[in-house]
């Protein structure tokens, strides 16, 4: 064990309950069920795992009550939750995401304060690690995280059906897909889908898709969905388009690998970090031409949708639930022991 663990104090005492004696952790997350995304999900997940043997609150903001340990998602939205929990002396996890890793620890002191006040930090690929500061990287570990695997659907037969799901935001950078579609024209083209499901984040990413929807009828924008309609699209979908320009380990990444669907993925650490540096679906960031080629093959060739099923596949035992919840209450015992 790091040092900055072993000088967490072996008391203050546990909190305990009268009626529960076992330990009890509060999980931050800026995103609770109301936001609908990947943090959300990954904090629910989370909290079920850890309530098999803690007690746990999920909280956006720690209230001040007392907790035996704090595992808090994002160093810069949660900066204040996890400054005021490390005064206490008990120990500390902070969650690495996208935003965190390729932007705030670079520009932001709240979020770099968090780095130094952190026990342990936890990042969600196998990049991610490298991706920190030298000075941390000794407390960092790796938490893969988890789908449960589904069997494709059948896809619809007149059409072909690229899926986009996340919120617009430019992180996530859909207008590339966009351009990508729009590139694609004439004959069996014509028979693409777009289909975007997501919420509208960013007013003017909301104002730019509903105009290339209302000018292609090819984009079908759905809107926010819950999870279950969510992975239903997916696994009905022919394909994944994941062109962000930042991510932190996507969970819809995983749930397309998980349900046998290929990806389309822009090559960022994030998504390298997950599918390997020899998955052969990637495309440079940004760049629509290369997504738009990328479509046209896997519309064309099923040979090759089937070698991107095939290279997912041998990434998805990252992916299982049961070593994602072993690995979260490794982490819980780490910080608890």
Aim: hydrophobic share 40%; proline share 5%; net charge positive.
């Amino acid at each position: 064990m790091d040092d900055a663990v072993d000088r967490v104090p072996a008391s203050p005492a546990p909190i305990r309950d009268a009626g529960d004696a076992r330990p009890l952790i509060v999980l931050v997350t800026p995103a609770l069920a109301d936001a609908n995304n990947g943090n959300w999900h990954t904090a629910r997940r989370w909290a079920g795992f850890l309530r098999s043997r803690f007690r746990v609150v999920v909280e956006r903001e720690w209230d001040g009550s007392p907790a035996d340990a704090m595992i808090a998602l994002h160093a810069r939205r949660s900066a204040g939750s996890i400054a005021a929990f490390a005064a206490t002396g008990r120990p500390l996890a902070v969650v690495m995401t996208g935003t965190d890793l390729y932007r705030d620890i670079h520009d932001d002191n709240s979020a770099r304060h968090s780095l130094r006040l952190a026990h342990r930090l936890v990042v969600l690929h196998e990049r991610g690690i490298d991706d920190l500061p030298c000075e941390v990287r000794d407390r960092a570990i790796v938490i893969h995280q988890s789908a449960s695997r589904r069997t494709p659907r059948t896809p619809r037969r007149h059409t072909f059906d690229l899926l986009l799901v996340g919120h617009l935001r430019a992180e996530k950078d859909p207008l590339t897909a966009v351009r990508a579609l729009r590139r694609l024209r004439g004959g069996i083209r014509e028979r693409l889908r777009l289909r975007i499901v997501g919420g509208d984040r960013d007013p003017a990413l909301g104002i730019a898709v509903r105009t290339a929807a209302r000018g292609d009828r090819r984009i079908e924008w759905l809107g926010a969905l819950d999870h279950a309609h969510t992975r239903r699209e997916i696994t009905r979908g022919r394909v994944l388009l994941l062109p962000s320009r930042m991510e932190g380990g996507a969970n819809v990444l995983i749930e397309a690998v998980r349900s046998g669907v290929p990806v389309l993925a822009s090559r960022i650490s994030g998504s390298v970090g997950l599918l390997g540096r020899r998955y052969p679906g990637y495309f440079p960031v940004g760049d629509d031409r290369a997504l738009a080629d990328a479509i046209a093959r896997c519309q064309d060739r099923p040979d090759w949708r089937a070698r991107l099923i095939s290279a997912g596949n041998r990434r998805g035992v990252r992916f299982m639930p049961e070593r994602e919840r072993d690995a979260v209450l490794a982490l819980a015992a780490t910080l608890l022991g």
